[in-house]
C-alpha cells in the first residue's frame, strides 16, 4: 500500500472486493462479474482527498488476481472501457513500466471548476496497479513520481 507521505493530503485506506472495485464503473455489474470471471482475489487502496497544491484527489489501488491472464483482462477492461470509469478520455503514451500499461486524461470540457484528471493501470504479473490523480497541478509530470512509488511496492 502506499505510504500516507506520498502525496500531502489526508488518506483513507480501504480493502475492496469485486464489488467495491466494480463500483468505479458507472454501470458496476458487468466489470464486478468480468472480475469474479478473471480471478480476482482482493484490492487494496490509499485515496488522499482534500484541496492541495497539485492534488485535490488521488485514488492508489493495488489489485491481486489468481493469475496474469486475469490481471491482464481488468487492464483491458480500463483500456477500453474509459468512459465507464472518468468519461471522455484521450489517451496517453503509458508512464513506461508494468506489462498492458494504459495512461487516460480526462478530455478537457472548458468549464470553469474543471480539474485535470488522469488514471493510470498496468500490470506486473498477477497485480494490476491503478492511479486515478485530480487536480489543478495533475499533470503526466506529476502523476509520475506517485506511479513510481505505488509501482515499487
Avoid at 477500453?80 to 500499461?101: C, V
Avoid at 480539474?115 to 506529476?142: I, Q
Wanted: hydrophobic share 50%.
Amino acid at each position: 500500500m502506499l505510504d500516507a507521505d506520498a502525496v500531502d493530503l489526508p488518506s483513507e485506506v480501504r480493502v475492496l472486493g469485486a464489488d467495491g472495485v466494480a463500483a468505479d464503473a458507472a454501470v458496476p455489474g458487468p466489470l464486478a462479474d468480468l472480475l469474479r470471471r478473471s480471478g480476482f482475489l482482493v484490492a487494496s487502496e490509499r485515496e488522499f482527498h482534500g484541496h492541495g497544491e497539485r492534488f485535490d484527489r488521488v485514488l492508489a489501488r493495488t489489485l491481486l488476481f489468481s493469475d496474469g491472464a486475469g490481471a491482464a483482462a481488468y487492464v483491458d477492461w480500463v483500456a477500453s472501457h474509459p468512459r465507464e470509469i472518468l468519461g471522455a478520455t484521450r489517451r496517453l503514451r503509458p508512464l513506461g513500466f508494468g506489462a498492458d500499461a494504459v495512461l487516460l486524461q480526462l478530455r478537457p470540457c472548458g468549464c470553469m471548476a474543471e480539474l485535470p484528471t488522469f488514471l493510470a493501470a498496468w500490470r506486473r504479473g498477477s497485480t494490476v496497479r491503478f492511479l486515478l490523480a485530480t487536480g489543478r497541478g495533475a499533470s503526466r509530470h506529476t502523476l509520475l513520481p506517485i506511479a513510481v512509488a505505488l509501482d515499487r511496492l
